[in-house]
């Protein structure tokens, strides 16, 4: 086995700046929905459990109890597109579930507003961001220990096949594109943004009478989102067309979001009369001077 890999340096800076991008994309969404809409920070709390509990639980647990029936054992097992399909639609639909429940639990008391409802979305959000930057840290350490102390510092305490095992994987990071690594940190960013645009939607949908229909457009495409994520190989091609695609069902859901927010909200995403009125209820200069 070959002892002397090295992951690139600048591999090592991509996966730190992918963790990074993500990090900042969710302190500016919630700097913005708190500053803006005033929203409540329960609602937050409550996306990010329910998506690890829900979630993430959830699809290894169903995973788990189809791939123990023999006729789906052999359909998940044997075909990898089965598979990553089949896991697209268990995560789209338990992240589904998710905002349906977390939305009737913030309107127990009809009092949930629409920063609420965004700040769910970004609850759950930080939930996914969770489980994917814990892969972006074991990376940034892998790397580090590797470069720093070399790989046999790995395998002192591994047994033999084990040590075959890590230096394959280790073998495998090190031959990837660090571009690629970027790449990925962009379509989980752009993940953030869609959780919370789509809990606008939603929000519409419970409190203003949107359409029904508008909870399979939004499944739909979820399952898109969590297919390419799922299919994508370490590669700068494929992240780079996972990037576009995103982008452009993103830029979709916004659109929708903007025109439903201006059909059925009454343009209250856009609407800057909270600040405004804030700043009419600080007393003037002139009028404390005339007291």
Known sequence: MNYNITIPQQSVTF???AGMIMISVIIIVGFIILMRYSAKIMPGFMGL???LLIVVVGTELVTFV???IPLFASILLGHQTAFCITRAVIAAGLSHATRF???KFTDRNQDMQLGDALMGGLGIAIGEAIVVGTSFIYLSALASTVNTYGLEALLADVSQAEQAE???YVSGVASIIPATFLLQGLSYALDIVFQVAVLLLLYAVV???LPLFWHGIVIAANIVLEALSLFANYSVLDY???VVVKLVILIGVIVAALR???DYLGGELRSFSKMRKKKEAMPKFDNIKNK
Request: glycine share 8%; hydrophobic share 60%; charged share 15%.
């Open 15 to 17: 996966i730190n700046l």
């Open 49 to 51: 459990l329910c998506y």
């Open 66 to 68: 189809l791939a123990s």
């Open 101 to 103: 429940i977390l939305l």
């Open 166 to 168: 890590l230096v394959e």
């Open 207 to 209: 409190k203003k009478g």
């Open 240 to 242: 780079g067309v996972v």
């Open 260 to 262: 439903v927010d201006a």
